[in-house]
C-alpha cells in the first residue's frame, strides 16, 4: 500500500517569514495530494490540493509543488501569520483511499 | 462542516463494552470513510464504503466493523473495546461524482476514551 513520509514533524518560525513542508509518498498510482490543516480541537480542512498531471499550484500565500518522477510534494506558505500556527497533513490518493503523513505542528511566533 | 456530523462527540466506556459511533451526511455524497486519529501518527483509516453495498477494509481495521445503513449514514463498531482504541475518529465523505472527486470533508470528531 501507499506510504507517506512528511517531515519536519515541528517546524518554528517567526512571523512574515516563509514554511516549507516537505512529503514523500511510495505508490506511483497516486494521483491527487491534499493538504489539510487542522486546529487545535478542530476537524483537518483542505486548504490546498493538487493533482497528478499539475507540476504546481498557488494560492494567495499558500503554495504547493509536485514532482511525480522523485515522488516528492511541498507546501510552501509565505509571510507567516499567527494564525496559520497549526498542524499541517499531507495526503496522497491511490484508488480513492488517502493515506496521510504524520503531520507537522507550525508555530508562529508574532 | 456542518453536513458531515458525528455522534456522540465524546465517549468513556469501559474494557469489553461495545460501542458504536455513528456519522450521518447531508452532503449526497455516496464515499464515506472511518479515520483514526492519534498523537504523532496522523489519519489512519479503518475503514472505507464507496456506495451503499460496497465495504472495504482500510489500514487498520482489527477490532472494528461497520455498517453502511443508507448513503448518509455509516456507523462504526468496537465490539470489545480496549484501552489502545483510545483515540479521536473522524467521519469523512466524498462525491465521485463531483469535478473533486477525491476530496475529503470530515466529521468534527468523536473523542473515545477507553478505561
Known amino acids: 500500500g501507499e506510504n507517506v513520509e512528511q517531515h519536519p514533524s515541528t517546524l518554528s518560525v517567526q512571523e512574515g517569514d516563509s514554511a516549507v513542508i516537505k512529503c514523500t509518498y511510495s505508490d506511483s498510482a497516486s494521483n491527487y495530494f491534499p493538504w489539510y490543516k487542522q486546529e487545535l480541537g478542530k476537524r483537518p480542512q483542505l486548504i490546498i490540493d493538487?493533482?497528478?498531471?499539475?507540476g504546481e499550484k498557488k494560492d494567495q500565500r499558500i503554495a504547493v509543488t509536485l514532482n511525480k518522477t522523485a515522488k516528492h510534494f511541498s507546501l510552501h506558505i509565505t509571510e507567516t501569520q499567527p494564525e496559520d500556527s497549526a498542524v499541517y497533513f499531507c495526503?496522497?490518493?491511490?484508488?480513492?483511499?488517502?493515506?496521510f503523513g504524520q503531520g507537522t505542528i507550525l508555530t508562529v511566533h508574532p | 462542516d456542518a453536513d458531515v456530523t458525528q455522534t456522540p462527540r465524546n465517549r468513556i466506556t469501559k474494557t469489553g463494552k461495545r460501542i458504536m459511533l455513528e456519522c450521518s451526511q447531508t452532503?449526497?455524497?455516496?464515499?464515506m470513510y472511518w479515520y483514526r486519529q492519534d498523537p504523532g501518527l496522523g489519519l489512519r483509516l479503518i475503514y472505507y464504503s464507496f456506495d451503499v453495498k460496497d465495504i472495504n477494509k482500510g489500514e487498520i481495521s482489527d477490532g472494528y466493523s461497520v455498517s453502511r445503513q443508507a448513503q448518509a449514514k455509516f456507523s462504526l463498531s468496537l465490539e470489545s473495546a480496549i484501552p489502545n482504541q483510545t483515540a479521536l475518529y473522524f467521519c469523512a465523505t466524498s462525491d465521485l461524482g463531483s469535478s473533486d472527486q477525491w476530496t475529503q470533508y470530515f466529521g468534527p470528531g468523536t473523542r473515545l476514551l477507553v478505561l
Open positions: 452532503k449526497g455524497h455516496d464515499r
Open positions: 493538487i493533482r497528478s498531471n499539475v
Open positions: 495526503a496522497a490518493t491511490s484508488y480513492g483511499k488517502l493515506t
